[in-house]
Nanobody, 124 residues
Framework: VQLQASGGGLVQAGGSLSLSCAAS????????MGWFRQAPGKEREFVAA????????YYADSVKGRFTISRDNAKNTVYLQMNSLKPEDTAVYYC??????????????????WGKGTQVTVSS
């Protein structure tokens, strides 16, 4: 299973970016999918999670109201729309997938699958 994240880049504070994560298998296999990020010198942290149907989502307090996670199981893809970006959002963003939605929500490091990251840089 491969998860390929894309869409990162450089944006000014207050701007927007949209990340995508394409899976090499049908995403119906994963009850939970999510996004995590790791800033330089910091540990990887949870950003957002979404359930299989998309009816349940969960966000870190730091991004609530600014970021929106969604998924399209027909395209085997999960998305992260990031608005009102701040310099502190600068990080490498990773997508993850797990059989359990609760596992993704917990922010545990032991996901079934991790994708390679995509760099997001927000300038002030």
């Amino acid at each position: 299973v491969q998860l390929q994240a894309s869409g990162g880049g450089l944006v000014q504070a207050g701007g927007s970016l949209s990340l995508s994560c394409a899976a090499s298998v049908r995403t119906f296999s994963f009850n939970g999918m999510g996004w995590f990020r790791q800033a330089p010198g910091k540990e990887r942290e949870f950003v957002a999670a979404i359930s299989l149907s998309g009816s349940n989502t969960y966000y870190a307090d730091s991004v609530k109201g600014r970021f929106t996670i969604s998924r399209d199981n027909a395209k085997n893809t999960v998305y992260l729309q990031m608005n009102s970006l701040k310099p502190e959002d600068t990080a490498v963003y990773y997508c993850a997938a797990d059989r359990l939605y609760s596992q993704v929500v917990s922010g545990a490091s032991s996901m079934d699958y991790w994708g390679k990251g995509t760099q997001v840089t927000v300038s002030s």
